[in-house]
């Protein structure tokens, strides 16, 4: 007896939530949203059933939403970038024209620069929030300092 392969294997909601560790009415939800794509192998009524590549996009939203703290709406901005750029992955892979790659790239760039400008803005909210933390940290050393004038910098 042979066995489908693991990417033929199929998923209801409640394994992908263990495995991913989210809950299942967030899957839904996302799924509400579209970040999620068609609602995948499912007829009206029946069960969710989700492939491997429907749980490892789930993986990389939740990564980004916990990496970068995004809103759901910041969340589908950037999973409809990476949509738009798996279909151009698509259109370069079936063309060797040289010109239909070329267009591709220029359609590719602003989608990158848009994904880019968001993680950069975020990084910067970060950058800014450490600062304000050292800034309170060394106004508490200081602080200690001047209460215990005898005791060597950096104790505390």
Excluded at 51 to 68: F, H, W
Excluded at 110 to 138: H, N, S, T, Y
Aim: proline letters at 4%.
């Amino acid at each position: 007896m042979t066995t489908a392969p693991a990417l033929d294997r199929t998923y209801r909601i409640g394994e992908v939530a263990e495995r991913v560790g989210v809950t299942a009415r967030t899957i839904r939800y996302y799924e509400e949203l579209g970040l999620l794509g068609p609602e995948s192998l499912r007829s009206k009524g029946a069960h969710r059933l989700y492939t491997e590549a429907d749980v490892g996009r789930l993986v990389e939203l939740i990564r980004l939403r916990d990496l970068l703290g995004l809103s759901l709406e910041e969340l589908t901005a950037l999973a409809d970038t990476g949509q738009a750029r798996a279909a151009l992955r698509d259109q370069w892979a079936e063309t060797t024209s040289d010109d239909e790659r070329a267009a591709i790239i220029e359609a590719a760039i602003p989608i990158l620069e848009r994904q880019l400008g968001l993680v950069r803005a975020r990084r910067q909210k970060l950058d800014e929030f450490a600062d304000q933390i050292a800034e309170k940290l060394e106004s508490l050393r200081r602080n200690l300092r001047e209460l215990s004038p005898g005791a060597p910098p950096g104790d505390g």
